[in-house]
């Protein structure tokens, strides 16, 4: 059983700069991409920025794009985002996903495995 533990979160300002990780173990078999979601408290999970695992094409929300960067180290078994320019809106609980099969990356219902988050905060 493939495991994901995302790590990296905390309390920052806003302006401030995050890079959270994601160490992947046990996987085996293919993988399609790796992703990151957030959820904040009473609002659904939602996309924020996917990496296509074979050859590192990034595809990013409108609300992070330019401002978020998500890379991936084929190698180690990482995925990371780097989190630039952050605002209190980006408060929420990231967590990584992986899924096998090609396909929308927003659709967090194609997702076999999941990590367990980590919690972002901005604030002043």
């Known amino acids: 059983q493939a495991r994901l533990v995302e790590s990296g979160g905390g309390l920052v300002q806003p302006g401030n700069s995050l890079r959270l990780s994601c160490q992947i173990s046990?996987?085996?078999?293919?993988?399609?991409?790796m992703t990151w979601f957030r959820q904040a408290p009473g609002q659904e999970r939602e996309y924020v920025a996917g990496?296509?695992?074979?050859?590192?094409?990034?595809y990013y929300a409108d609300s992070v794009k330019d401002r978020f960067t998500i890379s991936r180290d084929t190698t180690r078994g990482r995925a990371y985002l780097q989190m630039n320019r952050l605002k209190p809106e980006d408060t929420a609980r990231y967590y990584c996903?992986?899924?096998?099969?090609?396909?929308?990356?927003?659709?967090?219902?194609?997702?076999?495995?999941w990590g367990q988050g980590t919690q972002v905060t901005v604030s002043s």
């Open positions: 990496v296509i695992w074979s050859n590192g094409n990034a």
């Open positions: 996903a992986f899924r096998r099969s090609p396909g929308q990356l927003r659709v967090k219902d194609d997702y076999e495995f």
């Open positions: 046990n996987l085996h078999g293919s993988t399609y991409a």
